[in-house]
């Protein structure tokens, strides 16, 4: 099967960094595939999250479909919902819930352009699906860090993507919250939206997750699939 | 004398409207420093324009906007903070404009050299209220053309970027305007104090709702405020009128703070 996204020998160097953060990548990545990321502290997952998606420049290839990173890096990211590590809002952040989940679309809906009804239709299904409708007129600096990582999923959602890259989505979640998150990403990759999620604590690998790679040192030490999880 | 002040408040209405509409932006996108330094740039632009007798408005434009591209490389080569670069841009821009305007004749040490330091209500003409105009409606236009990038920008540039929208174009597009805008507000608020017209109103619209729409109007609306009790006081007080535009733009933002809903508890 073509995969949906393929990298190849890619490494990523920060600014002013003298070793790069990962270091020749290779990875393919299928359409409908669960894969978790993990790995200790520093290790290169969430470097390599945003490499995926064009957001720190590389070396290598990376292609997604037939398209290109370096070439069709604004293309490719209207494809992909990213959802960023405990994103923080200051309290006096001039946005409502629902304005932060219509800007997830806004790459979709393109230049020169209003959202249109259907648009948003899809972002009351985004906040509906991770029940953060009651709060679509609250400003997203009164949120908890819960609310907020919800938000930001319903964001990554409302773009309608084919993939899904999350930083490490429950670390500001209780329990309760985790297992019923874990449900609806269980749920959104059985509609077939393909996930890559990077988590640093093992325990909370969702069921479905059919594959786990493991990162240490900016390197894929191991990568695993799984028909059920062990 | 009439047709002074027409020019006058003509001058402020749009000064006031550019700088604020512009310091919606800058504010919510942490600039204030780095405007800070574009417009103590133009100021010293300004002044070498007045010293080789070239046009000090274009001087003032090239150095503001050369130092916003210039930042950036800057920072990365010598590996040091934005904010310590803005700090040695900000003295040594300044110190250029005061070396500057030493070096200007004392026969041409005019109104207009000192104007462009404090301001001047003089130094309004036909020809800067037309400049202002158009930047004024330019902005506007800007805006009501790219609110939605703009707003996702300035939600998180990082976010906007990984939902596919290309925020460089846009990043650099306001800080062209911030740099054009302080250029031509120099005339009547001076480059010591034109930053504070943007930051000022711009920062009390924000105490105030948590809707970047009514935010976009209400900053400009409080910016012409600002500007003409600025004037009224420069009249009335003798008062360099930048320095009366700044005090009052700060007293407001004072009272916006004290008085913000955002900021009750519960």
Known sequence: MCPLIELKTVSTVYEGAKVPSIKNITLRIQPGEFITIVGPNGAGKTTLLETINGLLPSEGVITVGDMNLKTDGTRIRKRIGYVPQEFICDSLTPFIVEDVVMMGRYGKIGLFKSPTRKDRYIVQEAMLFLSVDVLRRTPVGKLSGGQ?????????????????????????????????????????????????????????????????????????????????MP | MSELLILAVSGAILTGVSCSLVGSFVVRMNLSSLGFAMSHAAFAGAALGLVLSLDPLGLAIVFSIGVALLLGPLAEKANLPTNVILGVIFSLMISLGLVFLNLIPQTAMSSVALSILWGSILGMTVTSVLRLLVLSV?????????????????????????????TRPFYYLILFLTGITVAFSLKLVGG????????????????????????????????????ISGIAISFLADLPVGSSIALVSSAIFGAAVVLSPKRKRG
């Open chain 2, 192 to 227: 010591l104090l034109v930053f504070a017209l943007m930051v000022n109103p711009a920062s009390s619209a924000y105490q105030f709702s948590y809707d970047m729409k009514k935010i976009t109007i209400v900053s400009p609306i409080i910016g012409v405020l600002c500007c």
């Open chain 2, 138 to 166: 330019g902005i506007v236009l800007i805006y009501w053309l790219f609110f939605k990038e703009f707003q996702a920008i300035m939600f998180s540039r990082k976010l906007a970027e990984a939902s596919g929208i290309n």
């Open chain 1, 148 to 228: 907020l990582q919800k938000v930001m999923i319903a964001r990554a959602l409302a773009s309608e993507p084919e993939m899904l890259l999350l930083d490490e989505p429950f670390s500001n979640l209780d329990m309760k919250s985790r297992s019923e998150l874990a449900e609806k990403l269980t749920t959104l990759n059985e509609n077939g939206l393909t996930i890559l999620m990077v988590i640093h604590d093992r325990s909370s690998i969702p069921p479905a997750c059919r594959r786990i790679i493991t990162m240490e040192q900016g390197k894929i030490v191991s990568d695993k699939h799984f028909k059920v």
